[in-house]
């Protein structure tokens, strides 16, 4: 048979006519930069009120020493079971005080994890979270943390908590299909990733393997081969993606956290639609071994989560560099925010923000930049931060050089298989954005890389001036899902340019990231903000997250399709 044609409608058309001629551009254009093939940092001075962790050394003990860094827990909460009480997400240390004080155990709060899958699996249309899935291995899992717990020998705070992991990340025994219906049969998967390996060092129960965005290859998390996974707060909408299920398997409360990948801004832009925490380390701050793209110069793994702190302490479980890159990059040491000392929150005063107003505004709607305009006030308001206008020079160049750096670097790593003819088994989109690649030539590549050095000069330069820039998380909230979507995929060159506006930096030079939830628009959909870093100052946007969190500590919204994993065994005492 034939290949199906792809026809789009005139103004996608043109929309992928001129991102083409954008990336066309490069071939008559001489940037005096040299390149720069992989991003370079300068040497970044120490962040105040932090907590050094040692990359060498076990990931349970990190996370040991990240639970330092966190606030007095009081588990006073855990019993309240008045139906008026405000909506929270259980926490990490939620799960953790109910297994030590044997209000549960990791092998019933399991068989309530499946429970909800199979009720999950049974939504009509099809919304799969998890594309593999074996609840016995789960079981397994559970029943040898119940065990260490019975035993007080725990592996870490991690111990016995659920988290879902991309389709895109080795984990051992599923395959790695990467969404799509073939991968698995030329990748086998026969041990962890690094970032796996490191989870089950912690003790942690690794759920399945979530749904996502062919190969990563779009941002709206809608897949054909499986089905589109629906946003949690309003199940017509996307979740975001490509980091789709993940983003949503936390939001909706199955799990306490979920690993992700971020090539352009597949962590933030699902964690922000969906009302999750999402961060984006610095580039080699994250060991990519294991992944289905493990090379390349833009993408990193991250952790989604619920809560600021359930994010300080997956980020302490799977950072540490691949030993190439210790060399290349030379990364700092890796610090947390030392939020249990009143002297950490007192350096928020010292932080300088860096908004670049008409960047800032660019949104479709005016709830998005009002609502982040206000969380700004409110923390200038508690803690004396500062924001200083900045301008960004060429942001449309940026967009250029990303688009032609991810796309001739997946196209190198796809194209011994889809040349093969593996191609014809792609989604309609994935087929789209692999033929704009292939329009990409090496020089086109070179000066990609030119203007990230310029890029990186540019911004270096902000930084000198400011510890942070910060920006909406996406210029829109989540998207309707069209129905002629779920069957035959959908290519919306506007939504993309909606959902990507404020990511890229993060990506093609490398900076450190994340989304936090600030409030919801009018439609009750969830609004983030994004707040870049310094290279290799993880902490100061931890710390900033966190202070952020607890200036919208307003009622939370409970997602449409919530489940209870815990208060369920916890109500039956």
């Known amino acids: ?69 966190l606030p007095d827990y009081n588990p006073g ?57 074996d609840p ?21 705070i991690l111990d016995g908590i659920f988290i879902a992991v991309k389709d895109d990340i080795d984990c051992y025994p599923y395959p790695s299909k990467g969404g799509t219906t073939w991968f698995h049969e030329i990748h086998e998967v026969k041990k962890d990733a690094v970032c796996i390996s490191r989870l089950r060092n912690c003790g942690a129960v690794l759920v399945g393997k979530t749904n996502m965005h062919e190969l990563g290859l779009g941002i709206t998390g809608n897949n054909t081969n499986f089905g589109t996974t629906r946003n949690p ?31 352009g801004g597949s962590v933030r832009i699902p964690s922000s639609l969906c009302g999750v925490v999402g961060l984006k380390t610095t580039y080699g701050r994250t060991d990519m071994k294991g992944l289905i793209f493990h090379y390349g110069t833009v993408a990193i793994v991250g952790p989604i989560t619920a809560t600021v702190e359930d994010a300080i302490l997956m980020y302490a479980a799977i950072l540490g560099s691949s030993p190439a890159e210790r060399v290349s990059l030379k990364p700092g040491l890796p610090c947390l925010p030392n939020l249990s000392s009143s002297e950490s929150w007192c350096s928020l005063g010292s932080l300088c923000f860096g908004k670049y107003t008409e960047w800032f505004n660019d949104v479709s709607s005016t709830e998005i930049s009002e609502k982040c305009e ?94 942070i820039i910060v920006t909406p998380t996406t210029a829109m909230t989540a998207p309707i899902i069209s129905p002629t979507a779920l069957t035959v995929g959908e290519t919306n060159m506007p ?59 307003g009622p939370k919204k409970k997602p449409v399709q919530f489940y209870d994993i815990l208060k369920g065994n916890l109500m039956s005492l």
């Open 495 to 553: 939504i993309t340019e909606n959902l990507m506006r404020f990511v890229l930096a993060g990506n093609l030079l490398g900076f450190p990231a994340i989304s936090v939830p600030v409030g919801y628009d009018k439609q009750g959909l969830p609004i983030g903000m994004q707040l870049i870093g310094r290279p290799w100052c993880e902490s100061s946007i931890l710390r900033l997250a966190a202070a952020t969190e607890e200036t919208c500590a």
């Open 77 to 133: 909460y855990i019993w309240i079971t008045d139906p008026a009480a405000p909506f929270r997400y259980w926490k990490i240390r939620d799960y953790a005080y109910a297994y030590r004080s044997k209000l549960t155990a990791p092998s019933q709060a399991t068989e309530n994890f499946i429970s909800a899958i199979e009720e999950s699996n049974n939504q009509n249309p099809l919304a799969p979270l998890l594309i593999s899935y």
């Open 233 to 263: 707060h309003a199940p017509d909408r996307y979740t975001g993606g490509s980091s789709s299920g993940s983003a949503a398997i936390v939001a909706s409360g199955l799990c306490s956290a979920a690993l992700g990948t971020d090539g």
């Open 136 to 156: 016995d291995e789960v079981r397994r899992q559970a029943a040898a943390s119940t065990q260490r717990f019975e035993e007080g020998s725990e592996l870490s």
């Open 374 to 467: 206000d969380v700004l006030n409110q923390l200038s308001e508690k803690h004396g931060c500062k924001t200083i206008e900045i301008v960004i020079p060429e942001l449309h160049e940026m967009h250029n050089a990303h688009i032609v750096s991810i796309g001739s670097e997946v196209l190198s790593q796809l194209n011994p298989y889809v040349e093969d003819g593996k191609s014809a088994r792609l989604t309609n989109d994935a087929r789209i954005n692999l033929a704009l690649f292939r329009s990409f030539t090496a020089s086109d590549y070179v000066v990609a890389q030119c203007l990230r050095q310029r890029l990186m000069y540019y911004h270096m330069e902000i930084f000198k001036k400011v510890d």
């Open 1 to 69: 048979m034939g290949k199906k044609r792809v026809m789009l409608p005139a103004s996608e058309v043109d929309m992928t006519t001129k991102m083409n001629r954008g990336a066309e551009r490069f071939k008559n254009t001489v940037i005096p930069e040299a390149p720069m093939f992989v991003p370079e940092f300068p040497p970044q001075e120490s962040e105040p009120c932090v907590f050094g962790l040692e990359e060498d050394g076990k990931p349970e003990e990190r996370v040991e020493l990240a639970l330092q860094c």
